[in-house]
């Protein structure tokens, strides 16, 4: 029963067409990926649409965020990210040392070190962000919502597309780990210490030591935020065993108590 909902059938996960990015070049130099979300100067009037929306999700999403000035000045999340992006349009234009050297003040100063190359979308918040490692190539779509101790890294020290690609509005729970060039869908939920290899549809919720998809609903705005409510599927598969357990321990007592020559008959009528 377990089987058939990991990760690790692709009937039961399939590859996101819409989600598959070129391979991009080297770790080694410092061109532009061909990734699907554009790279915007953080100087430009965009970049500063991009900056407003950094900022304006953070009092959406997290009910402790009082006034404008104490996000601007404690939230870390939103320095990494102010941080990242210019290093990031650096890093575009084929600009040596200062991309990393950026990186790494963030890494210093936030706690949450991004690789100059990752690709981040609009409205990415980072909450308490402390451990957070976030590779060169992955890819973060907008609105997605990350916690500390999130790690989007590669698997081994090959070239290329080696982390992975979260789409839109995806939940990583605190100390979750997605790992590889894998596509996690839009709306996808990765509860808290979960470990994904393999690639995940749209609308799914995922937890465990590997990742399994326990369930694929469309996650409404409502209930966006609502990760730690998710479903204990090896629970309710444990009690059903117990409660079976239980049923035949009856059966067997009941058996028991039957005289002997009845339960000759019984066997003798069964086998007839």
């Not at 509005?169 to 996808?188: F, S, T, Y």
């Amino acid at each position: 029963m377990l089987q058939s909902i990991t990760l690790g059938g692709s009937q039961k996960c399939g590859t996101r067409g819409e989600l598959n990015t070129p391979t991009p070049n080297s770790s080694h130099d410092y061109s532009p990926s061909p990734f699907p979300i554009p790279v915007t100067n953080p100087f430009s009037f965009t970049g500063l649409r991009v900056f407003q929306t950094d900022f304006q999700i953070i009092f959406e999403r997290d009910p402790a965020a009082r006034n404008p000035l104490e996000v601007l000045c404690c939230y870390s999340g939103l320095h990494a990210l102010i941080l990242h992006r210019v290093a990031h349009w650096l890093y575009s234009q084929r600009i040596p040392f200062f991309p990393r050297f950026l990186s790494h003040l963030g890494r210093f100063l936030t706690g949450i070190e991004i690789h100059p190359g990752a690709t981040i979308g609009q409205g990415v918040f980072i909450d308490h962000g402390m451990g957070v490692v976030i590779g060169e190539t992955a890819i973060i779509g907008d609105y997605c919502l990350i916690y500390q101790n999130v790690t989007l890294g590669g698997t081994g020290k090959e070239s290329g597309k080696r982390h992975p690609t979260l789409g839109k509005n995806v939940v990583v729970g605190a100390g979750a780990k997605v790992l590889g060039n894998i596509q996690i869908g839009d709306r996808v939920r990765i509860g808290a210490g979960s470990i994904v290899l393999r690639d995940v549809p749209d609308d799914c919720t995922v937890v465990g030591i590997p990742g399994r998809i326990i369930s694929r609903t469309n996650t409404s705005r409502g209930d966006f935020l609502e990760h730690g409510k998710l479903p204990d599927v090896e629970g309710k598969l444990i009690r059903t065993l117990l409660d079976r357990i239980d049923q035949l321990e009856k059966q067997i007592q009941q058996i028991q108590k039957l005289p002997l020559s009845r339960c000759e008959n019984d066997t003798y009528s069964s086998q007839s």
